[in-house]
């Protein structure tokens, strides 16, 4: 059970950034996970009223407040047309749009979940995260940052050019997926793949055999198992190690072949 | 703490819990069409409306409500027993629960949707569960009311 002793909605983020300090205040996303926790909190902090809940684009990027919901990324034209479609295929099947009406893009990647799709597909891109204190740090290298009291401010997608695909596995369509896909060719045809919910966070697998040099149906196939092969995959309840790994081979050769047919 | 709303268009001003649910908030007010089916954010039966979006209100905390519009089920008795009507006809009803939830979520998908596929219309719905139907009577009463808002035939 959540229980909240007191709610402060913050006039300025160094205002939030104080208060999140004491270990037993925490900033509120959407609420969504949260909820489901055992957790005493003395101070929950809102961020609703500092304006960060837009989408804004310019010529080089799009900047996402990190109050922005799911369901505001999925619906976002422009970001779809720039994606074509990926991120929109990463949010769909995330439980229900009632759901993504609700949580926030910064409780999400601030979280840095292993079952994230948004995260394995924001991945994909050319993303960064803006932190109050910590300033602007590529999404790939906040993935492995441990945990700490900063507060993740906005998403960046820099535009360059970039093309993009996702996929992912469920068991049952909305539940948590078994395994995520995302792949990624460079302005200058550089590969990668993308591969979260091993059930660990999200990892990005280079093309550094410059296996893709020719992208023929053979070498799709010998990337497809350098990626799984270079990565660890274990079980939980909804899939094995194995099965996991067996996957993704088949996600990430199906999901280059479609990019590639959509040129 | 203090906050301020309108539920269905009544302004309310109260002194709440601050981890009061906006679900709890919104039944001790009398709508009790708002129903905790599975409190894991995932069958849809309390689903309501904040500002005209559907949303999870046993997500929600009411305190993120203040200053905003709550429509719950008890606000759209109309436009509810419209879409009752398509439900008898596909006798898509059973024992009634998720109706509630699910009828909101019809409604907020009628004004948002401006086009409509098959598949548009199971992912905007595949949020709301339901034990009694296999859900084909309530896909077809849906279609039917959409085509009918749409401007088709009742």
């Known amino acids: 059970m959540l229980t909240i002793k007191e709610y402060v909605s913050v006039e300025s983020l160094e205002e939030a950034y104080k208060l999140n300090q004491n270990v037993n205040n925490v900033i509120l996303g959407g609420t969504g996970w949260l909820k489901l926790q055992n957790r005493n909190i003395v101070k929950a902090i809102d961020l609703s009223k500092l304006g960060l809940d837009k989408i804004e684009e310019d010529e080089e990027k799009y900047t996402i407040g990190c109050m922005v919901t799911l369901r505001d990324i999925e619906k976002n034209v422009s970001l779809n047309e720039y994606t074509n479609n990926a991120l929109k295929n990463s949010l769909k099947d995330i439980v229900g749009v009632q759901f993504r009406n609700c949580v926030t893009i910064g409780g999400s990647i601030y979280s840095r979940f292993g079952f994230s799709d948004i995260l394995t597909s924001l991945l994909t891109l050319d993303t960064y995260v803006e932190m109050y204190k910590g300033g602007i740090i590529p999404l790939k290298d906040f993935v492995n940052m441990p945990y700490d009291k900063d507060i993740l401010v906005r998403i960046i997608i820099k535009k360059d050019g970039r093309k993009v695909g996702y996929s992912a596995f469920r068991n049952q369509a909305t539940n948590f997926p078994v395994i995520t896909c995302g792949v990624t060719i460079t302005e200058n045809k550089k590969v990668y793949a993308v591969i979260g919910a091993r059930p660990y966070k999200a990892k990005v697998v280079e093309d550094n055999e410059n296996i893709l040099g020719e992208f023929s149906e053979e070498n799709i196939e010998k990337f497809a198992k350098y990626v799984s092969e270079n990565l660890k995959f274990d079980s939980n309840m909804r899939a094995s190690g194995e099965y996991r790994k067996r996957l993704t081979e088949v996600f990430v050769k199906r999901t280059l072949k479609k990019l590639m047919e959509e040129k | ?154």
């Not at chain 2, 001790?28 to 559907?54: A, F, H, M, Q, Y």
């Not at chain 2, 849906?142 to 035939?153: D, I, M, P, Q, S």
């Open chain 2, 1 to 154: 703490m203090e906050i301020k709303l309108w539920i269905n268009g009544k302004l309310t001003e109260d002194n709440i819990e601050p981890d009061t649910p906006l679900l709890e908030y919104v039944r001790s007010k009398g709508c009790l069409s708002v129903k905790r089916g599975c409190e894991t954010s995932n069958c849809g039966l309390c689903t309501l409306w904040i500002d005209e979006k559907p949303v999870l209100s046993c997500t929600v905390l009411a305190a993120r409500a203040n200053g905003k519009h709550i429509t719950t089920l008890e606000g759209l008795q109309e436009e509810a027993k419209e879409f009752g009507e398509f439900m008898a006809k596909e006798g898509a009803d059973q024992c009634g629960y998720c109706n509630p939830g699910f009828i909101m979520n019809v409604l907020a998908m009628v004004r948002e949707l401006k086009e409509f596929s098959d598949e548009d219309i199971k992912e905007y719905l595949v949020g709301n569960l339901c034990r009694c139907t296999g859900y084909m009577g309530q896909f077809r009463a849906v279609k039917a009311f959409l085509n009918y808002k749409r401007g088709g035939e009742r």
